[in-house]
C-alpha cells in the first residue's frame, strides 16, 4: 500500500429525527464536494427544546478524506 496523506475538516449536522441522522446529514452533504472521503469521527453532540421537547438534534463530525 503506497503512502497516503489524509485531511481532516470539521463539520456540524442538524436533524429533528436523530444524532445519527445528524451524521448522515453532514456526511451526505459533504459528498457533493469531497471526494475520497473514509473516516469520521463524532467530536460533539446537542440537542436543542422547544416547548418542552426535541426540536433537533446537531453532531459535530470531523471527516477525513484522502489528498489527491
Excluded at 448522515?24 to 460533539?44: L, P
Amino acid at each position: 500500500m503506497p503512502n497516503k496523506v489524509y485531511k481532516s475538516i470539521e463539520l456540524t449536522g442538524s436533524s429533528p429525527t436523530s444524532i445519527e441522522d445528524a451524521v448522515r446529514v453532514a456526511i451526505e452533504r459533504a459528498g457533493k464536494t469531497i471526494r475520497n472521503m473514509s473516516c469520521f469521527e463524532v467530536v460533539d453532540t446537542r440537542g436543542y427544546v422547544e416547548g418542552n421537547k426535541i426540536a433537533y438534534w446537531q453532531a459535530t463530525i470531523k471527516i477525513s478524506f484522502t489528498v489527491e
